[in-house]
């Protein structure tokens, strides 16, 4: 009843991420026109943004958009925007804390490709 009422708690979460899930598809035809040593230097440049007070989240879509690429250019696979959305409600913290979310996934649906989005992103810290 409170479902019907209120909606689904998850599609709610899900929609508010949509837009991250775009700002990463702007971001492909641009990484993608990278050589690999540019692509490369990306990560440098990300740290020192990071070390300069740019949040994660403010680098997410980036950073995601370069795991994309790396992905198709090494592993010859694309992360389909589903996985690029498994990969922020992984990532998702609020002030610097993680929430602690976990996304549900089938059999064959790439949670190990979308592990190496939050675990690229938040390695750009050096804090583990």
Do not use: C, W
Not at 29 to 44: M, V
């Amino acid at each position: 009843m409170l479902k019907t009422l209120l909606g689904d708690p998850n599609a709610r979460k899900l929609k508010k991420y949509q837009p991250l899930v775009t700002e990463v598809a702007l971001f492909e035809k641009e990484i993608e026109a990278l050589s690999d040593q540019e692509l490369q230097g990306k990560t440098a440049e990300f740290r020192q943004r990071a070390e300069n007070g740019e949040s994660l989240d403010d680098l997410l879509p980036e950073a995601f958009a370069v795991v994309r690429e790396a992905g198709r250019r090494v592993l010859n696979m694309r992360h389909f925007d589903v996985q690029i959305l498994g990969g922020i409600i992984l990532h998702d913290n609020e002030g610097g804390r993680v929430k602690g979310q976990l996304a549900e996934m089938k059999t064959g649906e790439g949670k190990t490709l979308v592990s190496t989005l939050p675990a690229y992103l938040n390695a750009l810290t050096g804090k583990g």
